[in-house]
Structures are given as structure tokens and as C-alpha cells.
């Protein structure tokens, strides 16, 4: 969770300034393919049940930065940015959260496996059928 922390906080405020924009991007599709593997792909896709619809946005924006580069007001360079970039930063993220998922199994996987999040309780109908 520490790490997962640290990687978010440093990813994102490499996003905000527009410096090292596929970094950023590589950073926050890593830590977003951890959570989505080791927390919500067993809750099935939609965020309603905990699912991992919200992480794969995330991480699709940050692919979308890292093509599109930063903007005008950004501190790094415009020359780090276009199709292989993202698709740079996409291998990146993978190989990172493949790092991540290998570093958790060494150190005992099964006590860093998060509890399956129970599902919201189901709306209680107000109107009686007699």
C-alpha cells in the first residue's frame, strides 16, 4: 500500500507539471494493473460492484497523456509524447505491475491479497404487493 502510494503521489504530480509525461503515464498504468489484479478483477468490471472499470480509465487517460503529450504550460519537453510513447509507457506499466505481482508472491502473496469488498446491499422496494 506504501508503495502503491508513493508511485500514485510521484506519477501524478509527474502528470500535473507535464515533466516526463511517459513516466508518469507508465507509473500510474502500473500501480492501476496492481490494484485492478490484486483487488478488483474478482469483482468483475463495473465499479458499482467494486469491479475495475474506474482503474482501467485512469490508466487510459495516462496512455492518452503520454500520446498526447504535455500541455503549454507543462515544465518537461513536447519531444516525449506520440504513438510510441504511450505505447512505451503501456509496456512499462505492465512490466511494473508483473515486477510488483512477482515482489508481493516473494513476500508471502497470499497475507497481501486484499479481502474481497462486499457487495452494496440491494434496494429495498418501499411499494408492498398485497
Known sequence: ATAAGA???GGGALLAAGAATPLA???LTATMITAVDR???RNGPWIKDGGYE???VLAAAA?????TGPGPLAFGRRRH????WAL????AGVAG??????AAELAGGDQAEAPREPAPPAEESYLRVA
Open 97 to 102: 505491475a508483473a515486477a510488483a505481482r512477482y
Open 25 to 27: 503515464a507508465a507509473t
Open 39 to 41: 483487488v478488483h478483477l
Open 63 to 67: 496512455l492518452a497523456l503520454a500520446e
Open 88 to 91: 512505451w509507457a503501456l509496456g
Open 54 to 56: 474506474y482503474n482501467l
Open 7 to 9: 508511485a500514485e503521489l
Open 81 to 84: 509524447s506520440g504513438p510510441f
